[in-house]
DNA sequence: ATGAAAGCGCTAACAC
DNA sequence: GTGTTAGCGCTTTCAT
């Protein structure tokens, strides 16, 4: 392994000008020249500790993500994986498997390998990722949850339930069930439902039933597969794909026809929704214009420019064969 | 941020004695008393760089992924960051985005992050990656692919392949179409197949029609919607179990009933064959197994220990709803 | 434009 | 069991 000794020996210079030329500092052509070749030839590449350790950063970017195997994530890491490493950074993917309190964990883990920023998608913003996120002095850029807390960029949820809720009017449905999740996801539990009940519940007429399951389809799918043999409302208006996809195959179970004994939409614009037949009705987030984002954003900072505190993505609203005129 | 000098002072003693501590090495129950304390006071933590820079290893495992948004890819990835974490190593996610010389180019950048090993799952093994594989000197465990340039862990291909075409047989069929994927990639288009045509080209009167597909869902299902127009096979054998949701949405789309006018199966053992309807029948590989496996394997391997060159995992073969008796 | 020299925080001989 | 010391490979003043 070639060190920046040997190539300044190599090239009869001393290995600050090596160091200079490999920053960009100014160098005099000849020795560029030298420099070119003997870099090439030597297949010499700087070694990344000995930087870091010196500049008490590195290249690396981390990522928390709540769970590997989910729609959203995969496309929001893909987005950024690639916008950073066109910008020679790395990402440090780190995965909690849905534990709010590794996600702190891994605030403080991260911080100790130095990363230089770190992507939260956070299913909830507690005192504890506050202090955290305080304490490590490193930038962090929240995806999915608004906080005042640091940088954040957001679906625009309220838009989007107002959207679903204006549709299963529009499609004249009165009976209306609304699958949710946990309130304590502001997001998706507060801010989406929002969306949709001011929409319904102030047109009169309207009945609307609330249930609360989770994100585990399978939970989701024997819960359903009960609870629906009682219920005969005709539209129902799932939080997300996933439970969407549950109360489809909970309806199929119970042999009731999707949509002409009942409609289901969903929320996400997961790729699965056009894998079934019938095809979900959904609203597609902008996931890879998220990651996108905050890819660029979060170099951005690191570079001491000023970014907008709070972005809100519009999601696009697109009805597809489950849902249907009553 | 605390160095190992400062809680050197602290603690009164000489920072060498502070390392020992820290890497385990004996010191006296006195001075590890005074060291506990303080360093729990301080919050002291080692940098890594300087850790790394000296002991010319860090604890990344690098893991070289052709896609994130892919079932088998997202529960290997998942077993193996668990079983890593657990060890106090960290996992450094890579895609390549199925672009093969990224594969290769990677190698070589994991090489240059000093990773300890890399896990690698290939589409195929070339020239290219063996030369990698040798140059950089780090242990790489392939997963998914054989091949005698390092360790590998595949699946049982030819066993389930051969357990499919049984179960096609059994089930009466006589004239059955293959859809499988190119033949570059050793494991799922030669030895799958080789599995499936052995158990059918063997019995009389079966006619096996031959058709390659991609791995990409919406480029398969707009092949699949006009070729299979023309075909009146009975029984759709895919090589994958994506394969095989786009045969079933063509089908549907050609007015077809999937099983009663035909019959189709997949490859892999995928949730989402579950979520469907009818569910589609399918082979399950060990793919969680697999990433244990390989995590625990791989760190054997770095502490000197010998471990097998090869292991073939079986996967299970699981008859569901979409196929059904000729 | 270039070089000498002083570390960054840590580990590992080696001597005591 | 503990301390001293010499680097690991790099960046960054500060002279020249």
Redesign the interface.
């Given at each position: 392994m070639m060190t920046i000794n040997d190539i300044a020996k190599l090239a009869g210079v001393a290995k600050s000008t090596v160091s200079r030329y490999l920053n960009g500092g100014s160098v005099s052509k000849k020795t560029k020249e030298t420099l070119d070749r003997i870099i090439k030839e030597t297949e010499y590449?700087p070694?990344?500790?000995?930087q870091?350790?010196k500049v008490k950063q590195?290249n690396l970017i981390g990522i928390i993500i709540p769970r590997?195997?989910s729609?959203a994530t995969?496309?929001i890491?893909?987005s950024v994986?690639?916008c950073l490493r066109e910008r020679n950074y790395?990402?440090?993917?780190v995965?909690t498997?849905q534990d709010v309190d590794r996600e702190v964990e891994n605030l403080y883990a991260l911080s100790?390998?130095?990363v230089a920023g770190i992507i939260l998608l956070a299913t909830a913003v507690t005192k504890a990722h506050k202090e955290a996120m305080d304490k490590i002095g490193i930038p962090v850029l929240l995806l999915g949850q608004r906080s005042d807390a640091t940088y954040a960029i957001v679906h625009e949820e309220e838009e989007a339930g107002a959207a679903m809720g204006r549709h299963a009017l529009k499609l004249g449905h009165k009976k209306i069930l609304y699958l949710g999740v946990t309130e304590k996801d502001e997001s998706v539990g507060v801010l989406r439902k929002k969306g949709v009940m001011d929409v319904l519940k102030n047109t009169v007429g309207i009945k609307v039933q609330e249930e609360e399951v989770d994100f585990n389809?399978d939970r989701t799918f024997q819960f359903l597969k009960e609870y629906l043999k009682g219920r005969d409302e005709t539209y129902i208006l799932c939080a997300t794909d996933n439970i969407a996809?549950a109360a489809y195959?909970a309806s199929?179970t119970l042999g009731r026809t999707v949509p002409e004994d009942v409609s289901i939409s969903g929320f996400g614009g997961y790729?699965?929704t056009d894998?079934?037949?019938p095809s979900i009705t959904t609203v597609r987030y902008a996931y890879k214009e998220m990651g996108r984002i905050a890819a660029e954003n979060l170099l951005r900072l690191l570079q001491g420019e000023e970014i907008p505190k709070k972005i809100a993505l519009s999601g696009e609203f697109l009805p597809k064969e489950s849902t249907k005129m009553l």
């Open positions: 590449v070694n990344t500790f000995a870091s350790l590195s590997l195997n729609y995969n496309e890491l893909q994986d690639r790395q990402l440090l993917i995965n498997d100790r390998q130095k389809f996809l195959k199929i790729s699965i894998l079934v037949t």
